[in-house]
């Protein structure tokens, strides 16, 4: 008998191990659920509700009708680099060029290129966690360490904390990265001024890189302002900083991010990203440059929404016993303390969250996706769906809960 054949027996094994995103997994389940006739819920999904905004999607038609679909330039088309710097200087007082600007198709390529650009076999790279899977799947893909850090749970009102000893304390002589994402997913975490300029100085210190991913810098609540990483005078010396459009405007399928960092930089790293995806796509770069430039209104408008349906969701979840949970300050996720809960029941998170979607059709994440230990105790619950869904979401939660704990 033949051996296996070679596609088979040459795949990297590194790829099999790779973590998918769970949201896209129990985005399918979702669907398959309703499509067999299931009121599901979901609070699984990491975008928006709202349509991507009009004018956006006007000046993509526009480009299509005019015949603007061939390759651009890999850097992206110049006036959206000069939109995307534009954009970072009025918002945070910086200094970034156009060419300091690479766009990407989505803020993942640019994570890839930032990550993928530094580090090497046997190297270290401290991410928070809980943490976006992106950042320890690839730097684990290109033969690194991620050396997570838990973030610290402290209660309802103060939600989690970054221990800056930890961090300091895990840095070796490996080390050559720290990830920082602000606000942060899942926790809905805003760091604070004072921890984000403790960070940038211990990065300093210590001669490391700062990967600072801010793709939900225009979602935060309760007045609260975002220290960005590039309003730092030398930023230059130390960060890759990676935001896009996903989030702010509605438009994840899209696919359109950026990452700046010094000119060179980023022109070495274009020799990369033509080898991979040569350009965003051109009519998207247009719509992109519409959105930056265009009124603002429509996103001030979602925040709004937003903010008013967090208050919803908190106000409903603070209806269940045994759940703690922190008002975020940003992003669009809560991420509830179940501990208490799954104690007394002798589940885990995931036998929770797959409990309540086979029994009440709701949908919610695990906080183990995130992606390991630190979130073993959570729930990522995304309040990006209309009121209505959130109170019957909740309340058919809160019936989960209370039959389980009547055992
Ligand atoms: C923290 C974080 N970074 C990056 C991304 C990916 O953004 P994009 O869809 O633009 O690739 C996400 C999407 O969920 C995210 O939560």
Redesign the pocket.
């Known amino acids: 008998m033949l051996s296996e054949p070679p596609t088979t027996k040459m795949f990297k094994n590194i790829i099999t191990t790779l973590r998918g995103e769970a ?1 896209f997994r129990y985005i399918a389940k979702a669907r398959e659920m309703t499509r067999v006739g299931l009121k599901v819920i979901n609070f699984g999904v ?1 975008q928006p509700d709202v349509p991507t905004f009009q004018h956006i999607v006007d000046e993509a038609k526009k480009a299509l009708d005019s015949g603007f679909t061939g390759y651009t330039e890999t850097s992206g088309i110049p006036e959206l680099r000069a939109a995307i710097s534009e954009y970072l200087n009025s918002r945070y007082g910086s200094d970034v060029k156009a060419d300091e600007v690479i766009v990407t198709p ?4 640019a ?1 890839f290129l930032a990550i993928a650009s530094y580090i090497e076999p046997g190297d270290e790279v401290i991410i928070p966690e809980p943490s ?1 899977p ?1 950042y320890p799947e690839i730097v684990r893909f290109l033969g690194a360490k991620p050396i997570y850090v838990p973030l610290k749970w402290i209660n309802e009102d103060r939600g989690f904390e970054i221990d800056l000893n930890t961090i300091e304390s895990a840095i070796t002589s490996k080390t050559k990265m720290i990830v920082i ?1 602000n606000p942060h ?1 899942p926790t809905g975490t805003v760091f604070s001024p004072k921890q984000i300029e403790d960070i940038y100085r211990i990065a300093a210190e210590h001669r490391l890189l700062i990967l600072a ?1 801010e ?2 810098d225009n979602f935060l609540y309760d007045g609260e302002k975002l220290k960005s990483f590039i309003s730092f005078a030398d930023w230059r010396d130390y960060l890759l900083y ?1 935001n ?4 702010t405007f509605s438009m ?1 399928g899209w ?1 359109l ?1 950026y990452l700046v960092a010094r000119s060179e930089v980023v022109s070495k790293m274009t020799r990369l990203a033509v080898n991979i995806w040569s350009c965003a796509t051109s009519f998207v770069q247009r719509a992109g440059v519409a959105a930056l430039k265009g009124s603002w209104k429509t996103v001030e408008d979602m925040i709004k929404l937003f903010e008013r349906r967090r208050n919803v969701a908190v106000k409903k979840l603070k209806e269940i016993r045994g759940i703690k949970v922190y008002p975020s300050k940003g992003t669009f996720y809560l991420f509830p303390y179940i501990g208490d809960i799954l104690r007394v029941v002798g589940m885990s998170s995931e036998q929770f969250v797959e409990n309540l979607i086979g029994r009440k059709h709701v949908v919610v994440l695990p906080g183990t996706v995130f992606p390991d230990k630190a979130g073993a105790e959570f729930i990522r619950i995304s309040f990006a769906l209309n009121e209505d869904k959130i109170i019957e979401g909740i309340e058919r939660f809160k019936s989960f809960v209370e039959e389980l704990m009547r055992g």
């Open positions: 949201g990491g989505g803020a993942k390529p994570i976006f992106a994402n997913n991913d793709i939900y990676v896009g459009f996903s989030k994840t696919r991010g």
